[in-house]
Each structure stands twice: as structure tokens, then as C-alpha cells.
């Protein structure tokens, strides 16, 4: 995710403040492989649940260009066999912001540890909540909502919010772009990440729409808390409410591309 001007702000946040050092981001990766090793036993599964949207040139950025496009290279009438050259904008479609994303230093796709990308999945669902507001944000209270119902997170989760925005990708609601520009969506609201990085064990965190902050932000302080602690986040993720709240295990095909900042990613569901 990167919305126009927010390489600035970042710029100017980089020149204010520090992010983890190696050591310190080190320790986290560490803690949450361990917790991570400790809660998969990979349970059996009946179901795969395809949580990525089709990329292509039509699907919403917030720059409003393609995030892919593709040119035939090679036809299998004239060469033998068909080929095609992408241009692919990191963050667009179902993708993954790396911790380097928004951080001096962190992980890139290539070098988060893998047992941070199979993970258990915990859908919160707020979907009731989002249609009543565009702008709505997950909040601590939603969280120990679906706690007192589902149990306690599992430890080295996913926490994905379920919003059922990725029914509005093709209309312009998705985006919610309003006359002067801004965009309107739901996201985490930053109560609730500092309560998953302070008080729970997580891998990542999810969401269906195009940011982990919902659309009308400017500082973009769920991005600056998440990323910078070593945690991953998956946007444009799809088909959360085909999948339980609680007992599926994620598996997040992130790109393994040296020095990349995320990602398009194929993302399933094991159920």
C-alpha cells in the first residue's frame, strides 16, 4: 500500500524517528518463530480456500493505474511456446507488506521465515459494522469480542478483519473515492495494533480492502506500528467469509524476490 504522497510522509517519519535495530528485529522474528513453532501442529484440512483476487490491469490501485500489465514476448505459433513480460506494481492486488515496507531496516518477502508463513487464521468479522460505515475500524473491542467467543488467539496467528469489501472490487465502493480524493474503506485501527503487538502473540495481520488503515487516513499509523515491529501484512485478501472464524491455517505464498518490498502473493486457506 502506498497512497499518493505517502512516500513523503514516510520520508519525514524516517527523519524523525529510528525503527527496531538489527538486534532488537532479530529478537522479534526469533519469539515469533518459536511461538509459531509451538502452536502449528498443522491440523488436517477438508477444504482449500482461494483467498486471492485475480490480478490484472482492471483491478482498483490507488493510483488509479494498472498494477500489472503484460506483453507477449513469445506466441507458440511462431517460437514453439508461449511467453509473456509483466511490469507488476509490488503493492496491488492480494499482495504482502513486508516489515522493510515501512521501516529503514526489516525483512523483505525473501528473508521472512517461512514459519511465519504458514500460520494459524483468525477472522474477525465485521462486516454488520462496515456496512453501516465505510470508514469503519477494528477496534480492541472487536477483538475480545470474537475472544470470549472463539478463545483466546492462537499464538504466531494471522489476524485477518473480514469486512466483505472484497464483494465491492469492480465498483467504484471498493475504493470509496469521494470527490476531493479521498478514499473510504475499513482498516485496524491503531488501538487494536498495539494491543496485538503488545498484548497478543501475532504473525500478521489481514485485511479485504487496499490498506491496513482504513481509507481515510494520513498517517498511516497502523502501516508505522505493524511493519516496523517485524510483522507482516496481507491486503486486497478475498473470500474471508468463506472460511471459520477460528481453526484454519493460513499458507501466504510470499515473493521471494531480493530486495523487494512486498508483493502480489497467493494466499489460501487450509479448512
Not at 75 to 96: A, Q, R
Not at 115 to 128: F, G, H, M, R, T
Not at 150 to 176: E, R
Amino acid at each position: 500500500m502506498c497512497l499518493p504522497g505517502c512516500m513523503e510522509h514516510v520520508t519525514a517519519k524516517l527523519s524523525r524517528r529510528g525503527f527496531l535495530g538489527t538486534a532488537a528485529a532479530a529478537t522479534v522474528a526469533g519469539a515469533l518463530t518459536s511461538n509459531v513453532a509451538e502452536a502449528q501442529a498443522y491440523p488436517a484440512f477438508r477444504k482449500v480456500v482461494d483467498l486471492t483476487h485475480t490480478l490484472s490491469p482492471e483491478f482498483p490501485t490507488f493510483f488509479g493505474t494498472p498494477g500489472v500489465s503484460l506483453k507477449t514476448v513469445k506466441e507458440i505459433k511462431k517460437d514453439g511456446y508461449n511467453m509473456t513480460e509483466w511490469t507488476v506494481g509490488e503493492h496491488s492486488g492480494t499482495h504482502l507488506d513486508a516489515p522493510i515496507h515501512f521501516s529503514e531496516r526489516g525483512a523483505g518477502p525473501d528473508t521472512i521465515a517461512v514459519e511465519q508463513l504458514v500460520v494459524p487464521l483468525a477472522v474477525i468479522n465485521v462486516a454488520d459494522k462496515a456496512s453501516g460505515d465505510p470508514d469503519y475500524q477494528l477496534t480492541p473491542a472487536d477483538i475480545r469480542a470474537w475472544e470470549r467467543r472463539h478463545g483466546a488467539l492462537p499464538k504466531g496467528c494471522c489476524v485477518a478483519l473480514s469486512s466483505g469489501w472484497d464483494a465491492h472490487v469492480g465498483s467504484p465502493k471498493f475504493t470509496g473515492k469521494d470527490e476531493k480524493g479521498a478514499f473510504h474503506f475499513p482498516g485496524f485501527h491503531p488501538e487494536a495494533t498495539e494491543l496485538l503487538l503488545k498484548e497478543r502473540s501475532v504473525a500478521g495481520i489481514a485485511v479485504d480492502t487496499l490498506s491496513l488503515d482504513h481509507g481515510p487516513s494520513k498517517d498511516f499509523k497502523t502501516h508505522y506500528a505493524w511493519l516496523p515491529a517485524g510483522r507482516w501484512g496481507l491486503e486486497n485478501v478475498a473470500n474471508l467469509g468463506r472460511v471459520p472464524a477460528r481453526g484454519a491455517t493460513l499458507v501466504v505464498g510470499a515473493p521471494k524476490i531480493k530486495g523487494a518490498t512486498g508483493g502480489p502473493t497467493r494466499v489460501l486457506a487450509l479448512a
